[in-house]
């Protein structure tokens, strides 16, 4: 098929091959997936402050859209608790969620999330997702999946608590509680999990989440359910997403402006990162800027159907993976599972016991965190284990909303820190090789000529490592040296303050009686260098392509020098 016709319609790219192993496959995960997301979509329309059946509207229109329209093939998106919690703060920030308009506010909001998402997809700008390091991808999973697996422990333990606790509040408040920990609760949700750890470990091939929820499931049924005070998810409302165009009020978009743009670049961020996470498991090339054409379009129809800002979902794609998921065909069976569930089995839900559910979400959790790569990471680097672990603990303490702000913006700080201080090598001509190639003097002990230094700049020649480079020119200076090459190989670029900064250090050489001589540059920095207002300053005559060249001119110009004439020494000879 034509790649332009696969890029504009991603979804048809999965169709070749699709069999009906893969069918089957797809089939079971989205079971599965429907299963979590029912109790989901309930609790985050809560906390977005909207009634609960516009949770599960949006957990049917956007996953179907940002699958078929998205590159990844295991991303779930829908509601989100991060995202839920965004909007409820830009939305109640302008009216109560008591208020009539409060809907009409946050579908208009949706609306914009979609119109901006989709822009900047369009715009192909999705190559912004690629300053998120893989260590802050692996960081930001791994801290999701602690707060994820946190946010269920009351669940497993029995134990209720109100909504909107941070993670140390959360902690605090279940370790206060503990002494009203049901029993039932956890044997259900032990036997659970149980479930899931055998099942893996003896029946790999078994739908492993689905067997755990089953017996859980059965479990719960014979120790009384809700009679017996164990609490149930409960049932859904039975009603089809209405068309909600007549509630986006387009005089209210002026003031939600800036909310919109920080919930779609949240979204973006998100929905990208878990992506690219779940990409390094299954192996698969993640298109950013196709990613923002499936979430903005998602969000953009869904707005239509009374759905609220939707994003990629950790938990729901996780389980979308572990349970065997192969193509995004899977969510759009997820979707049409709680579809019929609240067409015809509204009450379904009220079955299943919210502990089993947790243990449910632990395996999940659990398998998001990639061991295997946190301890190359820990292993390999320590920079990049800082910005792991700030990253991990932004996770927990700052929300994922800020998270990737925060490693990112530690990866680039870091980045910068090493670009601002390129390697500054003195190395010399080794003349007993062919084309007496440069090597450095201080690691193979080579000898250097008193008053020539050659010097190989290991990196970006730029307004931010300008600085570091002249000092270490004056620092030569200091140490006796006359004339400087500099050996521009390993420069990967030059900017117009670096080469103004070579101007001028060639003229404070030049009224010392020395020189600054610039070799081995590539095509672009000559250029830059060789321009009319540089060039008159830096002087044609000190500018080479081969170093072999300009260290014989600069020796034609400076005499041997006095330790030579007075050790005998022949260093100044062998490097003409």
């Known amino acids: 098929?034509?790649?332009?016709?696969?890029?504009?319609?991603?979804?048809?790219?999965?169709?070749?091959?699709?069999?009906?192993?893969?069918?089957?496959?797809?089939?079971?995960?989205?079971?599965?997936?429907?299963?979590?997301?029912?109790?989901?979509?309930?609790?985050?329309?809560?906390?977005?402050?909207?009634?609960?059946?516009?949770?599960?509207?949006?957990?049917?229109?956007?996953?179907?859209?940002?699958?078929?329209?998205?590159?990844?093939?295991?991303?779930?998106?829908?509601?989100?608790?991060?995202?839920?919690?965004?909007?409820?703060?830009?939305?109640?920030?302008?009216?109560?969620?008591?208020?009539?308009?409060?809907?009409?506010?946050?579908?208009?909001?949706?609306?914009?999330?979609?119109?901006?998402?989709?822009?900047?997809?369009?715009?192909?700008?999705?190559?912004?997702?690629?300053?998120?390091?893989?260590?802050?991808?692996?960081?930001?999973?791994?801290?999701?999946?602690?707060?994820?697996?946190?946010?269920?422990?009351?669940?497993?333990?029995?134990?209720?608590?109100?909504?909107?606790?941070?993670?140390?509040?959360?902690?605090?408040?279940?370790?206060?509680?503990?002494?009203?920990?049901?029993?039932?609760?956890?044997?259900?949700?032990?036997?659970?999990?149980?479930?899931?750890?055998?099942?893996?470990?003896?029946?790999?091939?078994?739908?492993?989440?689905?067997?755990?929820?089953?017996?859980?499931?059965?479990?719960?049924?014979?120790?009384?359910?809700?009679?017996?005070?164990?609490?149930?998810?409960?049932?859904?409302?039975?009603?089809?997403?209405?068309?909600?165009?007549?509630?986006?009020?387009?005089?209210?978009?002026?003031?939600?402006?800036?909310?919109?743009?920080?919930?779609?670049?949240?979204?973006?961020?998100?929905?990208?990162?878990?992506?690219?996470?779940?990409?390094?498991?299954?192996?698969?090339?993640?298109?950013?800027?196709?990613e923002f054409i499936g979430q903005g379009l998602s969000n953009l129809l869904g707005s239509l159907f009374s759905c609220y800002a939707a994003s990629g979902s950790f938990t729901r794609t996780g389980a979308n993976y572990d349970a065997g998921a192969r193509t995004p065909i899977a969510g759009i069976f997820a979707a049409g599972f709680v579809l019929a569930v609240i067409v015809w089995f509204p009450d379904v839900t009220g079955y299943l016991p919210m502990p089993a559910m947790a243990a449910v979400v632990f395996v999940i959790a659990w398998n998001l965190i990639d061991w295997h790569r946190l301890r190359d990471i820990v292993r390999a680097s320590r920079e990049e284990t800082t910005i792991l672990a700030v990253t991990v603990l932004a996770t927990l303490f700052l929300g994922l909303e800020f998270a990737i702000y925060v490693g990112v913006f530690l990866s680039l700080l870091l980045f910068l820190k090493h670009s601002a201080r390129p390697r500054l090598v003195s190395v010399v001509p080794m003349t007993d090789r062919p084309g007496r190639p440069l090597r450095n003097a201080h690691k193979r002990g080579l000898a250097e000529c008193p008053q020539v230094l050659i010097l190989r700049v290991d990196g970006p020649l730029f307004f931010g490592s300008l600085d570091h480079v002249r000092e270490g020119l004056w620092a030569a200076c200091d140490r006796g040296y006359s004339h400087v090459i500099i050996e521009g190989s390993a420069i990967e670029r030059v900017d117009l303050a670096a080469a103004e900064m070579l101007a001028q250090e060639t003229e404070r050489m030049r009224d010392r009686g020395g020189g600054l001589w610039l070799c081995g540059f590539k095509d672009d920095a000559l250029r830059l260098l060789r321009h009319p207002v540089l060039s008159s300053r830096i002087g044609e005559q000190n500018l080479f392509s081969r170093a072999g060249d300009a260290i014989a001119a600069v020796f034609e110009t400076a005499p041997l020098c006095d330790a030579c004439q007075r050790e005998g020494a022949d260093i100044c000879r062998l490097l003409r």
């Open 1 to 290: 098929m034509p790649d332009r016709l696969i890029r504009l319609l991603p979804f048809i790219g999965a169709w070749p091959g699709l069999g009906r192993r893969q069918m089957l496959a797809d089939l079971r995960a989205g079971l599965t997936g429907a299963i979590i997301v029912l109790p989901q979509g309930v609790a985050y329309a809560l906390i977005a402050g909207l009634p609960a059946q516009y949770g599960l509207y949006t957990a049917i229109i956007p996953p179907v859209i940002a699958g078929l329209f998205g590159s990844s093939h295991h991303l779930v998106s829908g509601p989100t608790a991060a995202i839920s919690i965004v909007v409820f703060s830009v939305v109640s920030g302008i009216v109560p969620p008591e208020h009539p308009a409060f809907l009409s506010y946050v579908l208009t909001l949706t609306f914009m999330v979609g119109v901006i998402q989709l822009m900047l997809g369009i715009a192909r700008v999705g190559t912004l997702v690629n300053f998120i390091p893989h260590t802050v991808v692996v960081g930001f999973t791994a801290g999701a999946a602690v707060v994820i697996a946190v946010s269920q422990v009351h669940h497993f333990l029995g134990i209720r608590l109100e909504a909107g606790y941070g993670l140390v509040d959360r902690l605090r408040a279940i370790s206060g509680a503990l002494p009203a920990t049901e029993p039932q609760a956890v044997i259900i949700g032990g036997v659970t999990l149980a479930t899931a750890l055998l099942v893996r470990a003896y029946r790999p091939r078994w739908p492993v989440l689905l067997s755990a929820m089953a017996v859980g499931t059965g479990v719960g049924a014979l120790s009384g359910g809700a009679a017996a005070g164990v609490q149930m998810v409960g049932a859904t409302p039975g009603a089809l997403p209405p068309p909600s165009f007549d509630l986006i009020a387009f005089e209210r978009m002026p003031e939600l402006a800036s909310g919109a743009l920080a919930v779609a670049m949240i979204a973006l961020i998100e929905a990208v990162a878990i992506a690219k996470a779940v990409g390094m498991r299954s192996h698969q090339r993640i298109d950013g800027s196709q």
